[in-house]
């Protein structure tokens, strides 16, 4: 079975902190992929990433920024923490952009204070 | 923008079979319809997807009109388990998976 792993499932930072959120895939998947969910908003993009060290803006990239060093891992950066950053994220990979489903993550509920 | 429109809620009773409607009228003709569900504080899971020919797996049905526009997702016999957000999804630009508000389906016991 495909495994997304998100480090964390509940996280609270402080407004201001350098925040990062870690997933990592084991199954060697092209791409991945991190969102938010909002009540109300329902899953938004942020960023993707279709190789190691590319990276394309979702719908709404201000305020994140992501690292894919390595194939298996896709880090979202919050650079300085807001209490508007509060929310669900959930972290997806596929093999291939078309014709392959996607799996998702369990998700980081990320409060800041 | 997601390109799909789907009905907020449904409901539907235990036992029976649960068809969530979705248009995609602005579909073009390389891009496929995808099906995901989101359980209560899960991650979404896939369902099922298709180009133009009906498909079916062990989770549901996908019924695709001829004309592409419009596409029905068919749970056979709905258990309270399928309670869920269900998202339609039609692989748009740049291959980004973008979800629309999704319809909320209530199996009533």
């Known amino acids: 079975d495909v495994k997304v792993t998100q480090s964390s499932r509940y996280l609270v930072k402080r407004t201001g902190e350098k925040v990062f959120l870690e997933c990592v895939q084991d199954?060697?998947?092209?791409?991945m992929f991190w969102y938010r969910q909002d009540p109300g908003l329902g899953l938004r993009l942020i960023y993707f990433?279709?190789?190691?060290?590319?990276?394309e803006k979702g719908d709404i990239p201000e305020g994140y920024s992501v690292s894919r060093e390595k194939k298996e891992r896709f880090s979202l950066i919050l650079e300085s923490a807001s209490t508007n950053q509060t929310s669900m994220y959930l972290c997806?990979?596929?093999?291939?952009?078309?014709?392959?489903?996607?799996?998702f993550g369990q998700g980081t509920r990320l409060t800041v204070v | 923008d997601a390109k799909t429109t789907q009905p907020p809620s449904m409901d539907c009773a235990e036992g029976r079979a649960a068809n969530l409607p979705c248009n995609h009228s602005?579909?073009?003709?390389?891009?496929?319809v995808y099906w995901y569900r989101q359980i209560h504080s899960q991650g979404p899971q896939y369902i099922i997807h298709g180009l133009k020919n009906n498909e079916t797996n062990e989770m549901a049905s996908l019924i695709i009109t001829e004309d592409r526009k419009s596409s029905t997702l068919i749970l056979p016999h709905a258990t309270l388990r399928d309670t869920a957000v269900y998202y339609c999804?039609?692989?748009?630009?740049?291959?980004?998976?973008?979800f629309g508000k999704g319809t909320r389906l209530h199996i009533l016991p």
């Open positions: 999804i039609v692989r748009v630009r740049d291959d980004k998976i973008i």
């Open positions: 602005t579909i073009s003709g390389n891009e496929y």
């Open positions: 990433s279709y190789d190691v060290k590319m990276k």
């Open positions: 997806a990979s596929s093999l291939t952009l078309v014709n392959t489903e996607a799996f």
């Open positions: 199954m060697d998947h092209e791409n």
